[in-house]
């Protein structure tokens, strides 16, 4: 499962904006980074007359796991439950998030880190 396209947040500049103008909140296996989008920082190709929606991306390193079928499995995950969550949700303003999943997390099961997830992105103000 991957993120719709909408909601897919591309190219380099735009991870650089969200890692110097975020807003960081932590929670024991993840870091959310929430900022406001930049529509300027998006790549070619993306349709920007689109409402504004939130756009995700996910962060699993070589440190959760040096198997890439576990980190797979993590990011279909948490791409499927980020779709679920946040594709119905309306926004005024293009909202750009970013997860990023802390090696301490495989010691979390599944649920446990879906539910952590929805506990950031209610701290960000991104879902109720």
Known sequence: ??????????????????????????????????TNGNSKLQGKGINSNLRPSIKCALSISNKVSKKSVTRNKLRRLFHQHLSYRLSNIDTVKEVWAFISLKPSCMKNSESDLLKECDKLLIKAGITK
């Open 1 to 34: 499962m991957v993120l719709p396209k909408h909601m897919r947040l591309k190219g380099h500049r735009c991870f650089d904006f969200i890692y110097k103008e975020g807003s960081r909140f932590y929670a024991p296996s993840m870091v959310l980074r929430v």
